[in-house]
Structures are given as C-alpha cells and as structure tokens.
C-alpha cells in the first residue's frame, strides 16, 4: 500500500534549527511536497523535490534520497510565526498526492 | 479578491439539513479539488474536477454531491450527513493536473460540524 509517514508532534526553541523527517512508500514517484498550515488558515507550498539533493529557500531546506524513500524539511532560525503543521505529501505515477497527517511544530521562547 | 475563497467558514448542521459549500478561485486554475481534512488524520482527496469536467471520486459516500458550473467555482452539496463527517472541508485549484510540479492552492476551509 501507499504511505507516508511523519512524526505528530516536534517542538523546538526560537532561533534555532529544527527537522521534519517524512519517508514515503507510493507506487512510483512523481515528486514530495511540503505544504505549512497555520491553525485555522489554508494549507501553503513550501517547496518540491523531484530530484535527489537538497533544495534552499531563505531559511527553509527541503531534502529528498529518492533511493532512501526519505525527504526532511530544515527550518533555521526558527520564529514563532513558524509555530504550524507541516505536511509531507508524495505523489505517485498516477500524478495523484499522497499526504501524511502533519507534523505540529511548537516554537517556545 | 485572489486566491482561493471558500464560504462559509463555519457550519453547524443536523443530519436531516440540506446545505452546500462554495468555494472560488480567482486564479484562471484548470483543476478544482475537495478535500477532507479530520484531526490528526491525511488530507483526503473527495472529488476533482479538470477543465469543469469530473476526473475522480474516491468512493465519496452519496451524501456529498460536488457541482462545477464552469472552472472558477466548485460546490460541495451536503443532505442527510452523519456526526462523522463533521471536518474541515478544504477547496484547492491547480494549474497543471496530471503533471509532477502540480502545486495547489487550498482555501481556508469550510468547518462543519453535523449535530
């Protein structure tokens, strides 16, 4: 079967790095997703990796090792406004995505 | 108004109403999606529409009937619900469905809660 599998809670401290590891089992591959949602808010693109490697976006990374079946999303220099859930989502030869339930990330002082 | 804009945000409905969820995009998008999204739970995937035509239907329950009168709105018609579809009901668009770097735009949400 298809899954993707991500950790339900993490909380860091402001200012400092966090990672959200995401592992994926889809039929086929077609590229993994990051998506924030602030509670209460609608769900928005952080980045895609269809290729392995890592991919930088100002204070946000995503990594993907296709081979691994594994992707990490990197936070640094975390704020409070980065308190939200992060969904890993993989999409599969048929183009369609397949979500994991979200990572609540905690930002304390 | 841009984006994506779902109405209304909040609803509270017996199981023997009739009620219907809106949902816009401002975007000039091909493909329109509803999604469920339950606590704790994967966002699931109900119904998507492409150029106004319907592409999926996951085994959706026949109490929800979705409506696309052309590409820039999308309904989700609710009758005779039970408590547990209560969940937060999420509009997107996309550009390009069916390609890898499909990247959609959600709404909101439409809350819903069945009494």
């Known amino acids: 079967g298809q899954n993707i599998d991500q950790p339900t809670e993490m909380t860091a401290t402001e200012g400092a790095i966090v990672q959200i590891n995401c592992t994926y089992q889809?039929?086929?591959?077609?590229?993994l997703f990051w998506y924030q949602q602030h509670a209460g808010e609608a769900p928005t693109f952080l980045s895609y990796?269809?290729l392995d490697g890592l991919e930088e976006k100002g204070r946000f990374s995503s990594f993907l090792s296709r081979s691994k079946g594994y992707s990490y999303l990197l936070l640094k220099e975390l704020q409070m406004k980065d308190s939200a859930s992060y969904l890993c989502?993989?999409?599969?030869?048929?183009?369609?995505?397949?979500w994991g339930a979200g990572t609540k990330l905690i930002i304390k002082p | 108004e841009t984006g994506v804009t779902q109405t209304p945000r909040h609803l509270v409905m017996g199981m023997t109403n009739k009620k219907s969820l809106k949902c816009e995009q401002h975007?000039?998008?091909?493909?329109m999606y509803w999604y469920k999204q339950s606590a704790k739970k994967p966002l699931e995937l109900m119904f998507v529409?492409?150029?106004?035509?319907?592409?999926e239907n996951n085994s959706v329950p026949s109490r929800f009937s979705p409506e696309c009168p052309n590409s820039s709105h999308l309904f989700l018609h609710l009758h005779t619900l039970q408590p547990e579809d209560s969940a937060l009901y999420l509009c997107a668009s996309s550009q390009e469905p069916g390609s890898g770097a499909n990247v959609l735009t959600f709404g909101a949400g439409s809350r819903l809660t069945v009494l």
């Open positions: 990796n269809v």
């Open positions: 975007l000039g998008h091909n493909a």
């Open positions: 989502a993989s999409m599969d030869s048929n183009y369609q995505l397949i």
């Open positions: 889809t039929s086929g591959f077609n590229g």
């Open positions: 529409y492409s150029l106004e035509e319907r592409v």
